[in-house]
């Protein structure tokens, strides 16, 4: 369980970060957890003196979320692996491997999501059926 969790909103994010590095907290990472169908939560780790401090940013799985590798650089690189993974993006990222830091092609799927909208093949016409037969 976490302790220390502040809720931060997608306009606060940067400043909050940017507010608690000048306080001399080090950035340690980002976890995500698929909610439910709709919605992500993203946690954002931060340590100083070995106690830890972090925010909580609930977002749409259509939002986009400001990155904050401009506050922490370090930060671009789990921002690209939760591109990759959850198909969350990132406006602002300090270097953006657009969804292929794992994959040499843009990834298409999103692994580590649960609910995932999966279409039924549509079946063919039937005039493309019947020249198909003869």
């Known amino acids: ?5 502040t809720c931060v909103s997608r306009e606060a994010l940067v400043g909050e970060a940017a507010k608690i590095k000048v306080l001399g907290y080090r950035f340690v990472t980002l976890s995500c957890v698929e909610k439910d169908a709709s ?5 954002y780790h931060f340590d100083r003196d070995l106690t830890l401090k972090n925010f909580k940013l609930s977002v749409s799985k259509t939002d986009r ?3 904050i590798s ?7 690189l789990v921002e690209n692996e939760i591109q990759d993974l959850f198909g969350i993006a990132f406006d602002g990222l300090a270097v953006d491997y657009k969804q292929t830091l794992y994959l040499e092609k843009e990834a298409k799927v999103t692994p580590f999501c649960r609910y995932t909208e999966v279409k039924a093949p549509q079946a063919e016409p039937k005039a493309n ?5 003869n």
Not at 129 to 133: C, D, F, I, N, T
């Open 70 to 76: 401009a506050v922490y650089f370090a930060a671009f």
């Open 1 to 5: 369980m976490l302790h220390d969790v």
């Open 39 to 43: 919605t992500f939560d993203i946690f």
């Open 129 to 133: 059926r019947a020249s198909v037969e």
């Open 65 to 67: 979320v400001p990155s």
